[in-house]
C-alpha cells in the first residue's frame, strides 16, 4: 500500500542536496552530491484518541510563560549547568574550512583498511557542468590502482571524512565516515571471554558457516516486518479482525552446543531445498566423514562429543 504523496515522491529524479568540487591534486572537478538512500520505515502521526486529532508541539518558554516565535530562538552551547553561550549564523560562517564546498582528496587507500564501522552515509557524486573528462578520469585511475580516496568534506555546517569509492555504472560513491574519536572504546565490555574450543565444535561452526555460504544478492531480502505491518494496516482500513498470532517459537537455552551446531546445519541445508546438493560434506552429520582443523589431528567417525583424541586439545 502507497498513498499517492509516495507514489510521486517514488517517481521524481534524484535531487542534488550539495554542489561543489573535488580537489585531486591541481585538479578541481566540478560534483553534484544525491542521497544514495532513504528510509523505507513507516511513519505514525501521534493522534488524541477521542477525536482522532494530530497532537501539535509548540515551542514555548517556561520562564516567560508563553510560546515563542522561530525568530525568538538562538543557538546556545552549555558550557557549565544552567550557563549558555550563544551562537549566530556569522559565527558558523566565520569558521575558516577549506572543506566547505570543496572534497578535499588526502590520500588513497585499499578500502580493506577501512573498517566499516567508520562508515556514516552514502552519497552518489554526478559530475557538474565541465566536469565529465575530470571525472572519469579520477574513477578510471581509481580502478585501475584499486584504491579509495579518503577526503574531508563540509555538508551542513559538519565537517566528515568521507571515502570516495567506484560504485557501479559509472558512478563514484561518498561514503561520509567518523572521526576516530567518535568510534566508542570496545575496552568498556566486560563479557568478552577466550574459552577453550574443542576441534568437534570448530568444524561444526565452519559447517554451518559453509552450509550458509552463498554469493551477496540484495534482492534475496525484504523487510519482514514493514511488510508484515503494512498487512495489518490494509486489514484495518478495510475493517477485517486482526489476525491472531501463534505463540512465539521458544528461544531455549542451549544445553549441547555440538546438537545445536548439527540442528542448524541440517536446518540450513533443508532450506535449500531437496533439489540443490549441500555445497560440501558436512561433518559431524549422518554419513558424513570427518572434517580436518589445519594443524589439528582429524576425528575418528567413532568418538563422541564429549570424548577426546591424542595430539587434540
Not at 581509481?142 to 559538519?158: D, P, Q, Y
Request: glycine share 8%; charged share 25%; with cysteine.
Amino acid at each position: 500500500m502507497r498513498s499517492a504523496y509516495a507514489t510521486k515522491r517514488g517517481v521524481d529524479a534524484l535531487r542534488a542536496m550539495w554542489k561543489g568540487t573535488i580537489s585531486f591534486g591541481l585538479v578541481t572537478i566540478p560534483v553534484k552530491l544525491y542521497a544514495a538512500t532513504e528510509s523505507k520505515a513507516l511513519r505514525f502521526n501521534l493522534l488524541h484518541e477521542p477525536c482522532q486529532t494530530p497532537i501539535q508541539y509548540r515551542k514555548y518558554c517556561p520562564s516567560c510563560e508563553r510560546e515563542v516565535e522561530s525568530g525568538e530562538i538562538v543557538k546556545g552551547y552549555e558550557f557549565d549547568r544552567g550557563r549558555y553561550v550563544t551562537l549566530e549564523e556569522d559565527d558558523f560562517e566565520s569558521i575558516p574550512l577549506a572543506a566547505r564546498r570543496t572534497l578535499e582528496i588526502v590520500a588513497f587507500v585499499h578500502l580493506s583498511e577501512i573498517d566499516p564501522v567508520y562508515f556514516d552515509k552514502t552519497y552518489y557524486l554526478e559530475p557538474g557542468e565541465g566536469g565529465a573528462k575530470a571525472y572519469a578520469l579520477l574513477r578510471h585511475a581509481m580502478e585501475l590502482t584499486g584504491r579509495v580516496a579518503v577526503a574531508r568534506v563540509v555538508i551542513r555546517s559538519k565537517e566528515s571524512l568521507a571515502a570516495l569509492r567506484v560504485f557501479r555504472n559509472g558512478v563514484l560513491a561518498m561514503e561520509t565516515m567518523h572521526f576516530p574519536d567518535e568510534v566508542r572504546s570496545v575496552a568498556g565490555l566486560t563479557g568478552i571471554a577466550q574459552p577453550e574450543l574443542r576441534p568437534q565444535e570448530i568444524e561444526m561452526a565452519t559447517g554451518l558457516i559453509e552450509s550458509l555460504t552463498m554469493p551477496f544478492t540484495p534482492e534475496r531480502f525484504e523487510n519482514e516486518y514493514r511488510k508484515a505491518l503494512l498487512e495489518r494496516i490494509e486489514a484495518k482500513i478495510a475493517g477485517a479482525p486482526p489476525e491472531e498470532l501463534g505463540p512465539a517459537p521458544e528461544q531455549g537455552r542451549v544445553v549441547d552446543l555440538m546438537e545445536a551446531l548439527r540442528a542448524s546445519i541440517q536446518a540450513a541445508e533443508g532450506r535449500r531445498g531437496a533439489d540443490e546438493p549441500p555445497r560440501r560434506t558436512i561433518p559431524g552429520l549422518p554419513g558424513a566423514p570427518p572434517a580436518s582443523v589445519p594443524g589439528v589431528p582429524p576425528v575418528p567417525a567413532d568418538v563422541g562429543p564429549d570424548e577426546t583424541v591424542p595430539g587434540r586439545p
